[in-house]
């Protein structure tokens, strides 16, 4: 090498006298070397112009003689320098060393190159003070040279690279230097980043390793090597299948060959530890490793520890299944009030997702809603709820719903049931001892592979209203503290449930037995008209409501009937129910129009509710119909329509005024009067019939009128078909259904005459009367019979001036009414001994079973009764 110190070009002249500088630039071509044409690829070979590592390291490559000119100049040096071939070849490179450049580095000297002619050491070498000439010095000293020079770059800035030289010989035994340069800066990246790189391999707490595209080992962190439990050696060359238990390692090898063949990430795949046991988890990612060229070098791996991560997991999941236990047991029974479907409820709830066998024990009481329990010593309770995730014969000899269970002294159940406290077996020679000696429960139970028992008291208020008895079998995990923790969670929750239910059946079983007793025992039955009547309680569970009905007996053969629905459950509805019945009963006792008598029972008011600061509200339709005109009069308090179905078997709705409940003041009523064809049958029902959640209150009107419209043989039968239809599910409410057949009376069962106003009215009277009661064979009566109408016609004669109408209806008893225009009702009055008169009504009150007035349309009638003789003919005989 030269060390020309100048500035300038190097000229033309110099590089012609250059000796092969003229054949190297005819094989290299104007610019030094140079890429020749692409070439064609064949089928599977790489771009040879895609990027690799030596693209990103950028090397330049330098030939010089001996003398220091260069004889080669590549492409990369041209890129690094700007200095272009065709001007540098030829030239001494001396003139591209900076001045402060010093000697090569001594690490890398040696003692020279077996290869080199040792000829070389005997060219004398120019005695120059300059950079070039040292490093030459060197070359020829040892006959390789390194380290970092800072070149001139052809725009005037300095280029530090490293370089490294070798003195070589070619075949004709002529030596020359050969030099490789890289840029410092891109140099030093690349090794910070190897550094880096090799520094995190090794140092990090995750396992790392490198796999080739046979998917063996060929790189291994030390902390991979921990966890699998093997010297980082003994990976090496060798695939997962050799490392990892087989159950894994196939599916891991699956997932190689799939991230290898695709090129697809495998992200957190979770396996458990090499060892096989459950002591520990790790989450495998695998990524395909690939040059810049694209070319396939195989995949990596990163396995994490997530050992902790899986129990944390883990005890999530479980804390999380129990809150959805606890909220779904809560759900099951929160609704329901009877004790029964509560037991069944808890019992199954648990099984499987918390145990796999499973019972509910109670004491009867609480069944039958009696006094809380109060245990001492041996006592038997019922087993009201099961739970199994088998059954067969062991199973049915261990639990059965219904069985009497036999808690003796001693026992972990007595335990329980006397301390209030839980009680875990997980000791199979405990668990033998769980009850008395040979008893077969306890052996079916050993017999289908119970391990682990848990016995919880059902608790409300601070006493003992049962056991949940739970246990676990064959390959689950024993019942631990957390376990008994969520066991008496459920049962504490379920003994609020049980006791509220218990209670319930208390309160509800008052409000029937004052319901039914409130309700008629015995329907009467006039002339002319058949009763068939329902009542039906609220499903299993519902409180006892406020339906009634009634039939009532009114003067003239005719009949009074009433459904009603207090609004509300429980005591005060059925209390509130009985008052309001008594009210109506005794209302139309004064035999008032349909429409008063609920305006007067409306009036009431603050004497039907529970308290003065309690309102009420009911429902009510009051008909009543007279078998002798057939007439129909209905009146209706807010309450679904009447169904009457006629004699040709077309069911119509009965349009009348809907009205207003009972209970709001300040409002009327209306009557309709209909003509009802003989034999047509009218239904009055409460809303329970008909009514659904969800529904359209029309619907199920449309049903009941779709059952009455088929043919039904008798009443009872339609009110059984009525109730058969009912939507299963509905909700639960009391139904009170009374169903009436309307006729006419009896042939020769009535007599009826009108008078005029005149004095002879009442001879007339008198005789139509004895020649009708001989006629039915009523001879016994007629002297009473006569002198009572006698007095009834001569009252209407002397103070009314209009017809005068008489009637008689032989039924049960002989009712007998006068009839005329004047709308007053007639005085009873107590006459003197000196009053010639005045006491018409007082005899009629004394000498008939019971009398009263009533108004109609064309003005008033007068009605008494008398008791039959014990013996009569029936009419028509």
């Known amino acids: 090498m030269d060390g020309v110190s100048g500035t300038g070009d190097p000229s033309e002249s110099e590089a012609a006298a250059a000796p092969g500088a003229k054949e190297l630039r005819a094989r290299e071509g104007p610019a030094g070397l140079k890429p020749g044409p692409p070439r064609p690829r064949g089928q599977g070979e790489l771009d040879p ?133 890289a840029e410092t800066s891109r140099l030093r990246t690349m090794e910070q980043e190897l550094a880096a790189l090799d520094a995190l391999f090794d140092s990090s707490p995750l396992g790392v390793a490198i796999f080739d595209t046979e998917l063996r080992y060929v790189r291994v962190n030390e902390a991979l090597a921990r966890m699998n439990g093997r010297p980082a050696a003994e990976h090496l060359g060798r695939g997962v299948r050799g490392i990892v238990n087989p159950g894994v390692a196939d599916e891991l090898v699956t997932l190689q060959q799939n991230v290898l063949v695709t090129g697809r990430p495998v992200i957190d795949f979770l396996m458990p530890a090499p060892g096989g046991t459950d002591v520990g988890y790790r989450s495998v990612s695998y990524h395909r490793l690939e040059d810049r060229g694209g070319r396939v070098l195989g995949i990596s791996c990163i396995v994490m520890d997530v050992t902790e991560r899986h129990r944390a997991h883990a005890r999530i999941e479980r804390h999380r299944q129990r809150l959805t236990l606890l909220n779904d047991v809560g759900v099951r029974i929160a609704d329901l009030l009877d004790v029964r479907r509560i037991a069944a409820e808890l019992a199954q709830a648990v099984v499987p997702r918390f145990s796999d066998y499973s019972g509910v024990i109670l004491h009867a009481s609480v069944t039958d809603g009696g006094e809380l329990p109060r245990i001492s010593g041996a006592t038997e309770m019922l087993q009201l709820g099961i739970g199994a995730v088998t059954t067969g014969p062991q199973v049915d000899k261990m639990i059965g719903v219904g069985k009497v269970i036999k808690i003796t002294k001693g026992s972990i159940f007595e335990t329980v049931l006397q301390t209030g406290k839980p009680q875990l077996v997980s000791d199979p020679e405990r668990l033998r001892g769980a009850t008395y ?109 406020g339906d009634w009905f009634d039939v009532i007996p009114l003067a003239g053969g005719r009949i009074a009937l009433v ?39 409306n009036d009431l008011g603050d004497d039907l509710a529970q308290s003065p600061v309690e309102g009420w509200m009911a429902t009510c339709v009051y008909a009543v119909y007279d078998p002798s005109t057939r007439q129909a009069v209905i009146a209706r308090a807010g309450h679904p329509p009447p169904l009457l179905v006629g004699p040709d078997g077309h069911v119509r709705l009965v349009e009348t005024p809907a009205g207003v409940p009972l209970g709001v003041s300040g409002v009327d009523f209306e009557s309709v009067e209909l003509d009802v064809p003989d034999g047509s049958v009218l239904v009055l029902y409460t809303d329970g019939l008909i009514e659904r959640r969800g529904e359209d209150i029309s619907t199920g009107l449309e049903r009941a009128r779709s059952v009455l419209e088929r043919p039904f043989s008798t009443l009872e039968d339609a009110c059984d078909q009525l109730l058969s239809a009912m939507v299963p599910g509905r909700e639960p409410d009391d139904v009170a259904l009374l169903v009436a057949r309307l ?134 005989d």
């Open 743 to 876: 006729g006419v009376l009896p042939e020769g069962s009535t007599a009826s005459w009108t008078f005029p106003a005149e004095p002879g009215a009442v001879r007339q009277a008198r005789w139509h009367v004895r020649e009708t009661l001989a006629e039915w064979g009523l001879e016994p009566m007629t002297d009473v019979t006569v002198l009572l109408v006698s007095e009834l016609v001569t009252n209407s004669l002397r103070y009314a001036h209009g017809p005068i109408g008489v009637r008689m209806v032989r039924g049960t008893s002989l009712l007998v009414e006068v009839s005329d225009p004047l709308p007053d009702p007639p005085r009873e009055r107590a006459a003197t001994e000196e009053d010639e008169g005045g006491r018409g009504l007082q005899l009629v009150a004394r000498a008939s079973r019971r009398w009263g007035t009533r108004h109609g349309s064309l003005g008033k009638t007068v009605w008494f009764e008398l008791a039959l003789p014990s013996r009569t003919r029936p009419p028509g």
């Open 563 to 601: 459904v009603g629905d207090v609004m509300g459950h429980g005591l005060r509805a059925a209390a509130t129910m009985g008052r309001i019945r008594t009210a109506v009963r005794t209302l139309a006792g004064l035999d008032m129009p349909p429409d008063e008598l609920l305006r007067r029972v």
């Open 49 to 181: 112009t895609a990027g690799t590592l030596l693209d990103t390291l950028r090397m330049a490559v330098v030939m010089l003689d001996m003398s220091g000119r260069v004889l080669l100049w590549s492409p990369v040096a041209e890129e690094i320098l700007g200095w272009p071939g065709e001007a540098i070849v030829g030239r001494r490179v001396g003139t591209l060393l900076a001045a402060e450049n010093g000697n090569g580095d001594d690490r890398d000297k040696g003692a020279g190159n077996g290869n080199v002619h040792r000829g070389a050491r005997r060219v004398a070498a120019v005695p120059a003070p300059g950079p070039g000439e040292r490093i030459l010095a060197d070359l020829l000293r040892d006959s390789r040279w390194n380290g970092v020079l800072t070149l001139r770059h052809r725009d005037g800035h300095s280029v530090q690279v490293e370089a490294r030289a070798a003195l070589l010989v070619d075949g004709d035994g002529h030596p020359f230097v050969l030099a490789s340069a």
């Open 437 to 545: 000696l040979g008893d077969p429960k306890v052996q079916a139970a050993l017999d289908l592979g119970i391990h682990s028992l848990l016995a919880v008291p059902l608790r409300a208020r601070g006493i003992v209203l049962g056991l949940l008895v739970i246990s676990r079998a064959g390959d689950r995990e024993p019942f631990d503290e957390d376990d008994m923790t969520l066991a008496v969670e459920l049962a504490d929750r379920a003994g609020a449930s049980l006791d509220n239910a218990r209670l319930y059946a208390r309160e509800r079983e008052g409000a029937l037995m004052l319901q039914r007793s409130l309700l008629p025992r015995t329907v009467p039955e006039p002339p002319g008209v058949q009763i068939a009547y329902r009542y039906v309680p609220g499903k299993s569970g519902a409180e006892a409501g």
